[in-house]
């Protein structure tokens, strides 16, 4: 079985194509850069509109791969900007139409998760889900992927671009705060904010821009917030797994990019006897593989849903989307439709 997927939630527009094995055949991405400033929306879907039948023909292309050996096509209903969801579901629908194949919606934070668990060949791990608009500790549980922590504001690539920007640099952030990071030398103290298993940033945000007022250096606050921010997300993983019983954690999300982020868990993961897998940063960042690869569990499992019920879901979370694919650790399969999926029901408690 082969499927092709279509990421457009933000920034990045990319289309991947995978098989059975997890195997990425083809992968074309083009991320969306804005001159100066934030993401406009419009302007980063005006681009995903221009650039996605290229990425689709490129990864088509390096895929080897004829329209008829494609099984179903997937893309990313939710969450994300609303005029970029639209462009990528805009093309998704006119190639399930064009090639008589069914249309797959898959949730774009599971996305990040599949895409991390499959590589990471463990079955049921702990996952640290750290990316722009997301900040999450997950597990598994009765059918759905459970938060069972999260930032309770802006997610901590949101806060590194932010900053970033706002002490005159460009989007994204994260990257250019890790090379700057390397050249830190003195340790600032930032709001430490971990509330349970939650935490927050944007005091981090608003303290950090009054150090760099007060005449603090790049390069130090770069080194501050890094290290500040990834104690928080290390301790409230642990948290998490002391409380589950668990050993095992997978990283996900575009900051699990991150050398620092990734060394930390891994310590602790370790210092506990327990297992950490981080996937290749290609496939930490936005990319169409995750979708394809989560768009394969599902149609295995049976989800597809009508070209005229396809409508994106901006803020549809994580825990709102049943996993059809898996099945509960007390063995039992939890079914749902692809009805519940597009009317984004609640989880139960
Ligand atoms: P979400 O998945 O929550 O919708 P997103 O899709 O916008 O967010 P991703 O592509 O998953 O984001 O991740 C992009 C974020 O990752 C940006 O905020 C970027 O600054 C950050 N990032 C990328 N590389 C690194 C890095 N090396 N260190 C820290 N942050 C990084
Ligand atoms: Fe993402």
Not at 4 to 33: F, K, P, W
Not at 261 to 269: F, N, P, T
Not at 332 to 346: C, K, L, V
């Amino acid at each position: 079985m082969i499927l092709l997927g279509i990421e457009s939630t933000a920034h990045t527009a990319s289309v991947g194509v995978v098989d059975e094995s997890t195997r990425v055949l083809g992968l074309s991405s083009d991320m969306y850069r804005p001159p100066t400033g934030g993401i406009h929306p419009r302007e980063a879907a005006n681009h995903h509109v221009e650039s996605l039948p290229g990425l689709v023909r490129a990864a088509m292309e390096e895929a080897g791969v004829r329209p008829n050996e494609v099984s179903a096509v997937a893309f990313a209903q939710g969450p994300g900007l609303g005029p970029c969801l639209r462009a990528g579901a805009t093309v998704a629908r006119t190639l399930a139409l064009l090639w008589g194949r069914p249309l797959v919606p898959v949730n774009h934070c599971v996305a990040h998760i599949e895409i991390a668990r499959a590589l990471s060949g463990l079955e049921d791990p702990m996952l640290l889900y750290a990316s722009g608009g997301n900040t999450q500790v997950i597990v598994y549980g009765a059918g759905r992927y459970r938060v069972l922590g999260e930032t309770l504001d802006i997610g901590v690539g949101n806060f590194l671009d932010k900053l970033w920007i706002a002490l005159g640099g460009s989007f994204p952030g994260g990257p250019a705060i890790e090379a700057e990071a390397l050249r830190g030398t003195q340790l600032l103290t930032l709001p430490y904010a971990v509330h349970g298993m939650d935490v927050t940033f944007s005091g981090m945000l608003t303290a950090a821009l009054a150090l760099h007022r007060a005449g603090a250096s790049r390069a130090d606050l770069a080194y501050s917030v890094e290290v500040t921010a990834y104690s928080m997300l290390t301790e409230i993983t642990e948290r998490a797994l002391a409380h589950r019983h668990r050993a095992e954690v997978v990283l996900g999300g575009g900051v699990a990019c991150n050398e620092r982020l990734r060394g930390m868990v891994r310590s602790m993961v370790e210092a506990r006897g327990g297992v950490y897998f981080a996937p290749p940063r290609k496939l930490c960042v936005d990319n169409g593989a995750m979708v394809a690869w989560t768009g394969l569990l599902a149609h295995r499992a049976g989800v597809s849903i009508e070209v005229e019920r396809s409508a994106v879901n901006p803020r549809q979370r994580t825990d709102q989307v049943p996993a059809d694919w898996r099945q509960s650790s007390d063995g039992h399969p939890h079914r749902a439709t692809s009805d519940a999926r597009t009317r984004g029901d609640r989880a139960p408690p």
